[in-house]
């Protein structure tokens, strides 16, 4: 589970210490409670990756948090910014010495489809997330930091041109977008060009083609 997971708590726990830091700053009325509830959901996220000093370390905020709420503590509010900043720091390390993963997101309005799909490339030794729209496409890249995405050509939202490069600028990496569609060969190469695809495969190749396709273009990266 935390090589499924851990790419996505990187991702979200960036965002959510930078929230969190951004209260303290501010020093609001909420500013307590913002960074309370930032801090207790990595606290939960790292302690069910097993990340037991990172759990600790959002654990302590957060209980300088309600002292900070409670009392006006400055010097709470200061080591809530200490444990924060530390765990900022303690995520980007940890996004760094991970190793390369194989992550992918298959893009396709039809649930079943994308399940069918995701559960071939899991065989083949592909960590699967799964998308059924552009919008929730674009958010899954950002979370989730996939290395390759396999987009059904007909999705509702932006065009195809626009979707892949809101993919590509929300990715962290390079990333290798593969075109997937039931129209004619010739149809769907014009398609990929049109939309900069690095790939592309039909639907009615069978699933098994589906993968090695897939296979094809990463070693061609």
């Known amino acids: 589970m935390r090589d499924r997971f851990l790419p996505r708590f990187v991702a979200t726990g960036g965002e959510r210490c930078a929230r969190a830091l951004a209260a303290v700053t501010a020093e609001g009325a909420g500013a307590p ?8 959901t990595l606290a939960g996220e790292a302690g069910i990756l097993g990340l037991a000093e990172l759990a600790e370390l959002a654990q302590a905020g957060e209980r300088d948090s309600l002292t ?12 809530v910014a200490i444990a924060i900043r530390t765990l900022a720091s303690r ?29 071939q490339l899991e065989a083949d030794g592909w960590q699967v ?6 919008a929730g496409a674009v958010r899954l890249v950002r979370e989730f930091r996939p290395t390759v ?19 590509r600028a929300a990715a962290a990496a390079p990333l290798a977008i593969c075109l997937l569609s039931g129209a004619p060969d010739a149809e769907l190469a014009a398609r990929a060009r049109e939309a900069g695809a690095d790939g592309w495969v039909s639907k009615r190749a069978g699933l098994e083609q589906v993968a090695a396709a897939v296979r094809a273009m990463v070693a061609r990266a």
């Open 33 to 40: 409670t913002t960074a309370r509830s930032e801090l207790h």
């Open 68 to 79: 900070w709420a409670e009392g006006g503590d400055l010097a709470a509010r200061a080591r």
């Open 91 to 119: 995520i980007r390390a940890l996004a760094a010495s991970a190793p390369p993963a194989r992550r992918l997101i298959v893009v396709d309005d039809s649930p079943l489809i994308a399940a069918e799909v995701g559960a």
């Open 129 to 134: 997330e799964s998308a059924h729209d552009g």
């Open 149 to 167: 995405v396999l987009l059904d050509v007909n999705l509702p939202g932006p065009s195809l041109p626009t979707l892949c490069a809101e993919a």
